[in-house]
């Protein structure tokens, strides 16, 4: 089996928005294999930024089939060394994407993003 994928709020945004697109066909491929992949901050950003109800709700359902990863202590504590790690490379992202990257990490760091600066950790394969 091939690894999960965490998809950041940039590609989800893209599947909930335009129905047909290649990005939507990835995520929509991703789900079916069951290697998609989301986290709590993800949906946080997802649902901050539904304009209805109705969407708010169509965003709860897309994200039903994933494999969640647990924003826990020892997450936490990894998104804050990808931060340090990234500023003294002179490097600032924000904090909900530490956690993101930290959240791929811990399932095999495959990260489906439009985020360039997830390209300065390492650690990540960017897909």
């Known amino acids: 089996m091939n690894s999960p994928v965490l998809i950041d709020t940039s590609y989800w945004i893209e599947y909930i928005n335009r129905p047909g697109s290649e990005r939507m066909r990835r995520v ?8 998609a992949a989301a986290t709590g901050i993800v949906l946080a950003e997802l649902l901050r930024g539904a304009r209805t109800n109705a969407e708010m709700e169509k965003i709860k ?7 969640w990863v647990e924003t826990d202590e020892r997450l936490c504590a990894r ?3 990808i ?4 500023r003294r490379k002179g490097v600032t992202i924000p904090t909900t994407d530490c956690i993101i990257a ?3 990490e811990s399932i095999g760091g495959n990260l489906l993003t439009l985020d360039g ?10 897909l």
Request: overall charge negative.
């Open 79 to 81: 998104a804050g060394e």
């Open 102 to 104: 930290a959240a791929a």
């Open 28 to 35: 929509a491929e991703l789900i079916r294999e069951d290697r």
């Open 61 to 67: 359902a897309s994200l039903e089939a994933v494999l």
């Open 83 to 86: 931060g340090f790690e990234l």
């Open 117 to 126: 600066h997830f390209g300065e950790i390492d650690s990540l394969t960017l």
